[in-house]
């Protein structure tokens, strides 16, 4: 599969998420006194965020591979790896794309390996504040429904 076609992929899949977060928050809105549907709704909101976020570094990282990837004049030492400094620069022989986290990082003819300023540095952190959060309001909403489930069946009322 190509990388333009992983790319629309996670960008469809995040906007999905989005607009299947925003109907159960409509929803749930209606429902009052549950909190699960309520949670869950965030938690999908919270997810497709998080996917839209990854698109979002995808796109530098992919800018920085074209980058490096473009000869000419112009293209030793590679475009991404001159932020690092002339040592790093001049000694580049290569690159290699981390995905989790996402970076373009910068072989040097040693060994090293030196990441890139290719990816704005809220990328990562963000991917881990809404990936946490969306784990942590669907683990929420799960126990919230069992505790319902539990109420209903100890009451024996399905309306309640």
């Known amino acids: 599969m190509s990388t333009l076609a992983i790319f629309l992929a996670v ?59 473009d000869g000419g004049t112009d293209s030793a030492p590679l475009r991404p790896c001159r932020s690092l400094g002339q040592e790093v620069a001049f000694h580049t022989v290569g690159y290699d794309v981390d995905y989790v986290p996402l970076r373009f990082v910068c072989v040097t003819s040693d060994g090293g390996h030196h990441p890139a300023d290719a990816v704005p540095g809220y990328v990562n952190p963000a991917l881990a504040v809404l990936g946490l959060t969306a784990a942590g309001l669907g683990a929420w909403a799960a126990v919230e429904s069992e505790r319902r489930a539990r109420r209903v069946h100890a009451s024996g009322d399905p309306a309640r």
Not at 21 to 47: D, I, N, T, Y
């Open 11 to 69: 960008v469809v899949t995040g906007f999905a998420l989005l607009l299947t977060g925003s109907g159960l928050l409509f929803r749930s809105a209606r429902r009052e006194g549950e909190h699960g549907p309520l949670l869950q709704a965030f938690a999908v909101v919270a997810a497709g965020l998080a996917v839209l976020m990854y698109a979002w570094g995808m796109l530098f990282v992919a800018g920085a591979v074209v980058s490096a990837e």
